[in-house]
């Protein structure tokens, strides 16, 4: 029977036996591949992006309007269908597809294919999530952060793909970047240039950016066989953005921040397969049965300004906020009636305490260049939760007076990967709680430490490691210098991260190798290692 389905094209994600969706065999109708995404137990986002002649290319705003027709099966081979429909789109719209498809089972690997004309896409593959009040025996995610075209090959999604046990992947946010070419390389040097090859300001340079990236034939595979779930950090506007402007913002040759913003933000729903649930940002809830509610947010769209740095700093005005007071307090109220056995946060900057004064000069000041941050006196990174202590004070208190357990932070953002506990008091941790864990996942391609100083990786950084765990006690394990990507794994006993490190980012045939595993066990709020990933 044909399940109760619907198409919405908004304005502005498994099993065995699966024929493989190869880019290179993609239909010049579909170059953008296929992708879906916000996996519900009774639907998914599919997308797509069309080009209905040679010109229509991302952000030129050329070619007809076009009629897509979807189809969504229970076999690879599309003979049993269950869902189909079809959308309209055109250059209002850049020719991408999304359509909200409803009326599926829970818990349920599906497969997907568009048309346009005798034109037909690659064959998709995704998965709904489980019935909200199903007992879930386990939840695996890859996690990703911070992928800049310009720095390197997308390796960390190859091998996500290639593991073929996701549930999905959680895009933590730098999707893509905005810098002019060779602004922003690999040690300084281009791997493979921008398009458009000057900063992306306007709505047609964002499109044409998020065409770029989506070319890349290993983000492609992994879109085509598993749901994506993302959030946006700065890049996907500019660095270090905020509310009311950008550190490479310049009103006066660029135009009003609000206009940038905006344009960013339509191309940015255009290109990714993401519901808006609040209109213009990216918070909202999603749900893996009793197992794990998942809350996403939005750490951009209403922040405050740029704060200073150091002593006599604003960081803890109380009128400082990341979140905004809305988004704030949808957050503390979704915590509080979580009724699952484990609250994860999507959280694109790192909540936890760090004190950077620690490092010796020649480490603090190309860590401060790599945070985009003054490179004299850096105490504390202000784009982080540090720059807004109100409101972490806030949320974290909060979670200790509600008692509310389980909570575990998922962090990208500073191309490092780290595992936190997250304290109540950092000064006088551990003798104070640990309210929530954080891991932190490094970057896929954009620069760390030992390419900013053009050292061999595990060198000089590890001083910089050591002395940042002996100044901030709750820090159980940091790498400064490797490129990859994490897998969480949730069960009802403990969340684990497995973090894993690509060889060579410029090489598109990386290998990748697992580097380290923490864990968090039900109940305790802390971190321990772990010797060796699940099965």
Not at 126 to 131: G, I
Not at 251 to 270: D, H, L, Q
Not at 318 to 345: C, F, H, N, P
Not at 457 to 486: Q, Y
Request: aromatic residues 8%.
């Amino acid at each position: 029977m044909k399940a109760a389905s619907s198409a919405v094209l908004l304005p502005c994600a498994l099993a065995s036996g699966v024929a493989e969706a190869s880019p290179a065999a993609t239909s010049p109708a579909f170059l953008h591949g296929v992708a879906s995404g916000d996996p519900l137990p009774d639907g998914v986002m599919l997308w797509t992006r069309v080009t209905p002649t040679l010109d229509a290319t991302p952000g030129s705003g050329r070619g007809q309007s076009a009629v897509v027709e979807w189809i969504v099966a229970t076999d690879p081979q599309l003979a049993n269908i269950v869902a189909s429909g079809s959308v309209h789109t055109g250059p209002d719209l850049d020719h991408t597809v999304k359509a909200d498809v409803r009326g599926l089972n829970p818990a349920t690997s599906y497969w997907f294919r568009f048309r346009l004309n005798d034109e037909e896409s690659p064959i998709g593959r995704t998965r709904t999530a489980p019935a909200a009040q199903a007992a879930v025996g386990r939840l695996r995610l890859g996690i990703v952060s911070c992928a800049n075209w310009e720095a390197g090959y997308f390796s960390p999604y190859r091998h996500l793909e290639k593991r073929g046990d996701l549930d999905a992947v959680l895009f933590l946010g730098d999707y893509i970047y905005e810098y002019a070419t060779g602004d922003y390389a690999a040690r300084d040097i281009v791997v493979r240039p921008h398009q458009p090859a000057h900063e992306t300001v306007s709505l047609a340079d964002y499109r044409l950016r998020h065409g770029t990236y989506k070319t890349d034939p290993d983000l492609q595979r992994l879109h085509a066989s598993v749901p994506a779930i993302a959030i946006w950090d700065d890049h996907e506007f500019a660095n270090n953005a905020t509310s009311d402007g950008a550190e490479n913002h310049q009103p006066s040759t660029e135009g009003p921040w609000s206009n940038r913003m905006a344009a960013a933000k339509k191309a940015y729903f255009e290109w990714m397969p993401v519901r808006q649930s609040v209109t213009g940002s990216t918070y909202r809830w999603l749900r893996y049965g009793k197992l794990a509610d998942i809350a996403l947010l939005d750490l951009r769209s209403y922040r405050s300004a740029a704060g200073g740095w150091g002593p006599g700093s604003d960081v803890d005005a109380y009128d400082r906020t990341i979140t905004g007071s809305t988004q704030m307090e949808w957050l503390k109220s979704g915590l509080a009636k979580s009724d699952t056995m484990w609250r994860l946060v999507a959280n694109s900057v790192m909540i936890s305490p760090v004190q950077f004064l620690s490092l010796p000069a020649y480490l603090l000041r190309p860590l401060a260049k790599l945070l985009g941050l003054p490179q004299e006196g850096l105490a504390v990174n202000t784009d982080q939760w540090d720059g807004f202590t109100a409101d972490r004070r806030q949320l974290l208190e909060h979670l200790e007076r509600a008692r509310i357990r389980n909570t575990v932070f998922l962090t990208g953002d500073i191309h490092s990967a780290w595992a936190n506990d997250v304290p109540s008091e950092a000064a006088t941790y551990p003798f104070s709680d640990s309210v929530a864990t954080e891991f932190v996942v490094t970057s896929v391609t954009s620069d760390n430490i030992d390419d900013i100083l053009k050292v061999a990786p595990h060198t000089v950084s590890l001083v910089g490691a050591a002395a940042l765990r002996a100044a901030n006690r709750h820090l159980k394990w940091i790498d400064l210098d490797s490129h990859g990507f994490g897998v969480l794994d949730v069960t009802a006993e403990r969340a684990q991260m497995d973090y894993y490190a690509v060889s060579d980012r410029t090489d598109p045939d990386a290998t990748a190798a697992w580097v380290r595993s923490y864990r968090t066990l039900y109940g305790t709020q802390k971190l321990e290692r772990v010797k060796t990933p699940p099965n």
